[in-house]
């Protein structure tokens, strides 16, 4: 029997963000399965944490880092979004279609990569809960750019994937967060806090119980538009 | 003489949209991209002046230079842009915990939101002086507020990013005089085609490819007096949130 209640995998560990909820998740007593892709400065292993290398953009990679990882997890957080070069110009300036094929190969489909590879370890366990890091650039609502191409057309699809995997997985009893990440204003803290507590203060079978929609929040836990 | 050029006028929609700018006496400039198929030279027999064939691949900047060549050379300027090309890459397994091919999830993205971008980039040098409209073939596909469907879609997620790339144009360039038309085509059949000897219809729907281009065309050439508002319209009129 394990010693640990709950089980974490953090996608992205190596970050800000990654790093942070880190922290947050081993001090609420979770184990966590802390994932780093290349260049990541690694935490040591200890009994609470067991460190492992992946890659957003390699299937292969990421099989074998979930073969490390090997056990029933309660709750799968993907933090894979990351910033590309270019993102000042305009349509009316010089747009590198190449970096954005990366962009939407690493932030989108990689972010779905990774869920799909961890997915049979959520099947395992009990939590069932999947936390998407994205930011407020996915939302074409609240867009008033004319510059930052990679940015948004890399993370509004996610937001499209991850509505059609709720719709898909939430009859099977999964829930998710989709959480927009302020890092360069430190403002993540509660991030943690928003993946682990369960929103729903009304009978789960209402239409507008929290766990019944799909929302995207950010750090003040406001809702933000799609 | 008003002059257009329509991406994937190949079939259905949009060569049913090239009929409809023709019969306006419209100069069309109709993107070719599958070589094999010949209704776009069956309707050019009926507008000989009127129509002309260029062969246009979204996903390449330099094919789409190249349209532009022909278009500076042979009519000057250009006042309409329709990109109505569309890729729908792999739709994926249903089952996000099962095998899952992630390899054709780029087809889409480059021709449906990138093609965009390529086509105003490009055009936009073009149009000065003329109607300086894009419009843009998207989806209820694209829609998050209203998606409904449960397996991961790469051509859902395509016309979401489209949708994206559309906002960031439209705030750059609509201050500048540009107009932008965003379609949804309803739910349009495929015309039958024959397999094993019989008929088939590969893709359902409630509207023929003429019925939305019928729509479509007066949507794109009428202007509108709030041109400073994007919004995505269907064949029947109704607008839908994205």
């Given at each position: 029997?394990?010693?640990?209640?709950?089980k974490?995998?953090?996608?992205?560990a190596?970050?800000?963000l990654g790093?942070?909820?880190?922290?947050?998740?081993?001090?609420m007593?979770?184990?966590?399965?802390?994932?780093?892709?290349?260049?990541?400065?690694?935490r040591?292993?200890?009994d609470?944490?067991?460190?492992?290398g992946?890659?957003?953009?390699d299937?292969?990679?990421?099989m074998?880092?979930?073969?490390?990882?090997?056990?029933?997890?309660?709750?799968?957080?993907?933090?894979v979004d990351?910033?590309f070069?270019?993102?000042?110009?305009?349509?009316e300036?010089?747009?590198?279609?190449?970096?954005?094929?990366?962009a939407?190969?690493y932030n989108c489909?990689?972010?779905?990569?990774?869920?799909?590879t961890?997915?049979?370890?959520?099947?395992?366990?009990?939590?069932?809960?999947?936390?998407?890091?994205?930011?407020k650039?996915s939302?074409n609502?609240?867009?008033?750019?004319?510059?930052?191409?990679?940015?948004?057309?890399?993370?509004?699809?996610?937001n499209?994937a991850c509505?059609?995997?709720?719709?898909?997985?939430r009859?099977?009893?999964y829930?998710?967060?989709?959480y927009c990440k302020?890092?360069?204003n430190g403002?993540d803290?509660?991030?943690?806090?928003?993946f682990?507590?369960?929103?729903?203060y009304?009978?789960?079978?209402?239409?507008?119980?929290?766990?019944e929609?799909i929302?995207?929040?950010?750090?003040?836990?406001r809702?933000?538009?799609? | 003489m008003?002059?257009?050029v329509?991406t994937g006028a190949?079939?259905?929609?949009?060569?049913?949209m090239?009929?409809?700018?023709?019969k306006?006496?419209?100069?069309?400039?109709?993107g070719?991209?599958?070589m094999e198929?010949?209704?776009?030279?069956?309707?050019q027999?009926e507008?000989?002046?009127l129509m002309e064939?260029?062969?246009?691949?979204?996903?390449?900047?330099?094919?789409?230079?190249?349209?532009?060549?022909i278009?500076?050379?042979?009519?000057?300027k250009?006042?309409?842009v329709v990109?109505?090309?569309?890729?729908?890459?792999?739709?994926?397994a249903?089952?996000?915990?099962g095998e899952?091919?992630?390899?054709?999830?780029?087809?889409?993205?480059?021709i449906?939101?990138l093609g965009?971008m390529?086509?105003?980039?490009?055009?936009m040098p073009?149009?000065?002086?003329?109607k300086?409209?894009?419009?843009?073939t998207s989806?209820e596909?694209?829609?998050?507020?209203?998606s409904?469907?449960?397996?991961?879609s790469s051509?859902g997620m395509?016309?979401t990013?489209?949708?994206?790339?559309?906002r960031l144009?439209?705030n750059?360039?609509?201050?500048?005089?540009?107009?932008?038309?965003?379609?949804?085509?309803?739910?349009?059949?495929?015309p039958k085609?024959?397999?094993d000897?019989?008929?088939?219809?590969?893709?359902?729907?409630?509207?023929?490819?003429?019925?939305t281009?019928?729509?479509?065309?007066?949507q794109f050439?009428e202007d509108?007096?709030?041109?400073?508002?994007?919004v995505?319209?269907?064949?029947e009129?109704?607008?839908?949130p994205f």
């Amino acid at each position: 029997m394990s010693a640990f209640d709950k089980k974490v995998i953090i996608a992205g560990a190596g970050d800000t963000l990654g790093s942070q909820l880190t922290e947050q998740f081993l001090a609420m007593g979770w184990k966590v399965f802390a994932g780093y892709c290349a260049g990541d400065e690694r935490r040591e292993p200890t009994d609470a944490l067991v460190p492992f290398g992946f890659d957003p953009m390699d299937h292969f990679y990421t099989m074998a880092a979930q073969k490390k990882v090997g056990e029933p997890v309660d709750m799968l957080i993907v933090n894979v979004d990351k910033a590309f070069d270019g993102e000042d110009a305009t349509i009316e300036g010089d747009i590198n279609y190449e970096t954005l094929i990366a962009a939407y190969e690493y932030n989108c489909v990689g972010a779905l990569r990774v869920v799909n590879t961890f997915m049979p370890l959520l099947e395992e366990g009990t939590g069932k809960r999947i936390c998407i890091v994205t930011t407020k650039a996915s939302s074409n609502f609240s867009c008033y750019d004319t510059a930052g191409f990679a940015a948004h057309v890399s993370r509004a699809p996610l937001n499209m994937a991850c509505t059609q995997l709720f719709n898909g997985l939430r009859p099977k009893g999964y829930t998710f967060r989709l959480y927009c990440k302020d890092v360069e204003n430190g403002n993540d803290g509660w991030a943690a806090e928003y993946f682990t507590r369960n929103r729903s203060y009304e009978p789960e079978d209402l239409k507008h119980s929290d766990e019944e929609r799909i929302v995207l929040r950010d750090w003040m836990a406001r809702e933000v538009p799609w | 003489m008003n002059t257009v050029v329509i991406t994937g006028a190949d079939r259905n929609i949009g060569l049913e949209m090239c009929r409809e700018f023709l019969k306006r006496g419209w100069k069309v400039f109709a993107g070719k991209f599958v070589m094999e198929l010949s209704y776009m030279e069956e309707l050019q027999k009926e507008y000989p002046d009127l129509m002309e064939i260029v062969p246009l691949d979204c996903t390449s900047l330099e094919s789409i230079q190249a349209v532009a060549a022909i278009v500076k050379e042979k009519a000057g300027k250009l006042d309409m842009v329709v990109h109505n090309a569309a890729g729908f890459g792999s739709r994926g397994a249903d089952d996000i915990c099962g095998e899952f091919d992630f390899s054709g999830f780029q087809v889409s993205y480059n021709i449906n939101a990138l093609g965009a971008m390529r086509l105003v980039q490009t055009f936009m040098p073009l149009m000065e002086g003329g109607k300086k409209r894009f419009c843009i073939t998207s989806s209820e596909a694209g829609v998050v507020s209203v998606s409904h469907r449960d397996g991961v879609s790469s051509y859902g997620m395509s016309k979401t990013a489209l949708n994206m790339a559309l906002r960031l144009m439209f705030n750059q360039l609509q201050p500048k005089g540009f107009s932008f038309r965003i379609y949804h085509p309803g739910w349009v059949r495929s015309p039958k085609i024959e397999r094993d000897g019989e008929a088939v219809q590969v893709h359902g729907g409630k509207f023929d490819p003429w019925e939305t281009a019928q729509s479509a065309v007066p949507q794109f050439i009428e202007d509108r007096t709030w041109e400073d508002r994007m919004v995505m319209l269907d064949n029947e009129g109704a607008a839908w949130p994205f």
